[in-house]
Nanobody
């Protein structure tokens, strides 16, 4: 079993930055691919970024590519999402997720464990 706890969300002005963290407890963090997803009000959950067990490769959605960076520290059982140039379109609840696999996926149904989410709001 894996528990995931996200932090770092908040309110930021358009153009600002935030860094999300996700701390994992449980088994075999360093052998799991990790992902970030988001869900805006009235919309389906969507893929944001993913990172393989050893930090490479990394995958990004078209919407965030070039603005967001995913990273991990296996010694700390933590995955990060650095978000720059935030805009109102990035406003959503952001979820951390873990796979039972070392390789990345953009599909939410291929992740077995989920955090409770952290709210990110970017005001115009």
């Amino acid at each position: 079993q894996v528990q995931l706890v996200e932090s770092g969300g908040g309110l930021v002005q358009a153009g600002g930055s935030l860094r999300l963290s996700c701390v994992a407890s449980g088994r075999a963090f360093s052998s799991r691919a990790m992902g970030w997803f988001r869900q805006a009000p009235g919309k389906e959950r969507e893929f944001v970024a993913a990172i393989a067990w050893n930090g490479s490769p990394q995958d990004y959605s078209y919407a965030v590519h070039g603005r967001f960076t995913i990273a991990r520290d296996n010694a700390k059982n933590t995955v990060y999402l650095q978000m720059n140039s935030l805009g109102p379109e990035d406003t959503a609840v952001y979820y951390c997720a873990a796979r039972n696999s070392p390789t990345t996926s953009i599909r939410a149904d291929e992740y077995s464990y989920w955090g409770q989410g952290t709210q990110v709001t970017a005001s115009s």
